[in-house]
């Protein structure tokens, strides 16, 4: 594997001011060679300005947050990051990279979750260029290799979980954002490591039943928030009519049998979970009737 190395060459602006000098130099004694018609200086001064002009193509230019990559006939020979006016060896090849933050979101891909339901989900990758080396010379379009292998992982990690829990120990895709985020992030990272990409952040940006089975799946949640709710009321209704006979039995206002809080607790309990209100009935008769 090839590992990135520091080759910052040397500080351009000094190197272009003693070249621009020489250059000066070797115009004069060129120019002075011609008038004095001497044929050895002419081709000294015009030789060393062939020189000059090559060694000029040396100087380079590092943004903020770049890299440039040298290679000498195909060789690597390091990387600089020292923003500003560089200058290297002529016949190296300079490549920049970008070692900017970048983001891109996958497209809206149609997988199935753990539990066999076919689902949308996308996801917004944010990452960066952290090995020039690898990211160059490892494969081929690290760019594509992102893109390629990010999707890759949105697939397994919806294969991974369930789109709804159905319990709160279970961990979801819907329900448990964090830990999802925190688990693609993970495996994008390892599966871009090998590129010299680093993964900033992951999370999913969309997830939704696919169509053909939305309406049914919308129909299953509200069946199991419908149960959820009467079951939280059943508990409290259940904890109420308690309450009221033991209150009852300890200020002696009614003695009652058990067929008397019977009837007290099944109506109390019509009462507290009825989805309608109460209607009053005036009771004409004794109690047993």
């Given at each position: ?186 495996e994008i990272h390892e599966r871009l490591l090998k590129a010299g990409v680093e993964v900033v952040e992951a999370r999913i940006s969309h997830l939704a039943y696919a169509p053909e089975i939305a ?75």
């Open positions: 594997m090839t590992r990135e190395r520091d080759n910052h060459g040397v500080p351009g602006l000094p190197m272009l001011l003693v070249l621009l000098a020489v250059m000066a130099l070797g115009i004069w004694l060129l120019l002075g060679a011609v008038q004095g018609r001497d044929p050895v200086l002419t081709i000294a001064a015009v030789a060393a300005l062939v020189v000059i002009t090559v060694l000029l193509f040396g100087l380079f230019m590092v943004n903020p947050n770049e890299g440039k990559v040298l290679q000498l006939f195909g060789r690597y020979v390091g990387t600089a990051k020292v923003q500003g006016l560089r200058w290297a060896n002529p016949f190296l090849t300079k490549k920049s990279v970008s070692l900017r933050i970048r983001n891109f979101e996958s497209s809206r891909l149609k997988v199935n979750d753990l539990e066999g339901n076919p689902i949308e989900i996308a996801a917004v990758v944010v990452w960066k260029v952290v090995e020039t080396a690898e990211a160059m010379f490892e494969v081929d379009d690290y760019e594509n290799y992102v893109h390629v292998q990010s999707e890759s992982a949105v697939r397994n990690l919806a294969t991974s979980y369930p789109y709804d829990a159905h319990s709160d120990e279970e961990v979801s895709l819907r329900g448990n954002t964090s830990a999802v985020a925190e688990h693609l992030k993970k309406a049914a799946m919308l129909q299953r949640q509200q069946a199991g928030a419908i149960i959820a709710a009467r079951q939280r009321i059943v508990e409290g209704a259940v904890g109420m009519v308690e309450m009221a006979i033991d209150l009852l039995s300890q200020k002696s206002l009614l003695t009652l049998d058990e067929e008397r809080k019977a009837a007290m607790v099944s109506n109390l309990l019509v009462v507290l979970c009825g989805d309608r209100n109460a209607q009053p009935v005036i009771n004409t008769g004794t109690i047993y009737q």
